[in-house]
């Protein structure tokens, strides 16, 4: 039976081919009135390549789009969607798009369910990591929806595994740390990790601390932003240990931030940071740590060295009170200062 004109046609090529049927449709025409052909697929039966041409006609996509790779098509979806973003959501969906190297050069229509869950089974990642690789994949699968490029979204049967919540904090051996500071010239970054491990600093603390309150002369840290009223505005004296590596910091800084970006220009983006630099520094030097334990082993190590409860609480912003003149007067912060020194 005669197909209706513009529906398509199927045809076998010649030669021995594994998939000899073809599925084409016209996309116009010449000066001279000849036919011009798109192919849409090829298949090993006539059966199925009539199957393809109906499912065609049945919901008619773009044919150029139909060949589209993952690669590509993220840079369309990125060009419509990041104008509305923040330049730091900006960033942490291109450092997920980074993990998805194994399909940037598949098509769409040839990513299933397996080609995913490999993706995230072999990146490596933590728990909020891989969900946030997860969110990535299924933002651009719902563009390729939209686009009728796939019918079927493969992205929603990833499975990222549960989230395991561990009760009991790890904190950070004395050869952990011996490794965190042989490796302080060779792995870039890893000073940010041992000055989280000697001030108590929470890493949102840390990645905001601006350069204006650090004072190098007095040898203290004032932390102004924290998540919680207890955390904000407390004096951290600044060990002598990590003295150094503040003053590059601040030294070599081309913002106002003392933790900058990779590019030195800008205050880095909290999930940026946990995935592009902490979990690959862990990951290089075999650890299995979250910034949080930073701070844990901050704690503990003061507490274990017999330093004073107040002062250790006062440090890491677990008690209330209020930066001013009559409370941290000189003796006050020698006293921390002489607290933070116990540990080597």
């Known amino acids: 039976m005669r197909n209706p004109n513009g529906y398509g046609s199927v045809f076998k090529l010649s ?20 036919q011009i052909y798109k192919y849409l697929s090829y298949h090993a039966t006539r059966k199925e390549a009539m199957q393809a041409l109906a499912s065609y006609n049945a919901n008619p996509y773009d044919i150029d789009l139909n060949n ?7 840079t369309k979806w990125s060009e419509r969607h990041f104008k509305d973003l923040s330049k730091n959501s900006i960033k942490t969906y291109m450092s997920c798009y980074n993990y998805c190297k194994p399909i940037y050069n598949m098509k769409m229509n040839d990513i299933k369910i397996p080609h995913l869950q490999k993706l995230i089974d072999g990146s490596n990642k933590n728990h909020s990591s891989l969900k946030l690789i997860k969110s990535l994949i299924g933002l651009v699968f719902r563009y390729a929806m939209e686009l009728d490029i796939i019918q079927k979204d493969y992205s929603k049967f990833i499975k990222v595994g549960k ?10 051996t004395d050869k952990e740390i011996d490794i965190l500071w042989k490796n302080v010239g060779s792995l870039r970054y890893t000073d940010t990790v041992l000055i989280m491990i000697y001030t ?19 040898q203290t840290i004032i932390v102004k932003e924290s998540k919680t009223a207890a955390g904000q505005n407390r004096v951290i004296p600044i060990h002598s240990r990590i003295k150094t590596l503040i003053q590059k910091r601040y030294e070599n800084s081309n913002s106002e931030y003392l933790i900058s ?30 910034p949080h334990d930073c701070r844990h082993t901050f704690a503990t190590r003061l507490n274990d060295a017999g330093g004073n409860t107040t002062a250790i609480k006062k440090m890491i912003g677990h ?10 007067t000189h003796k006050k912060v020698t006293e921390l200062k002489k607290t933070i020194e116990l540990v080597n």
């Open 261 to 290: 970006n990779i590019r030195n220009t800008k205050a880095f983006n909290y999930n940026n940071y946990k995935i592009k630099i902490f979990d690959e520094i862990m990951e290089t030097l075999n650890m299995d740590h979250t």
């Open 68 to 74: 589209i790779t993952f690669s590509e098509l993220y």
């Open 200 to 218: 108590g600093m929470r890493v949102g603390e840390l990645l905001n601390l601006k350069k204006e309150d650090v004072n190098l002369l007095e």
């Open 319 to 328: 008690e209330s009170y209020a930066m001013t003149e009559k409370i941290y």
């Open 163 to 172: 989230h395991v919540v561990i009760k009991e904090k790890t904190i950070f």
């Open 15 to 34: 030669g021995n081919r594994r998939k000899p049927f073809a599925v084409r449709i016209t996309q116009g025409y010449t000066n001279d009135g000849k």
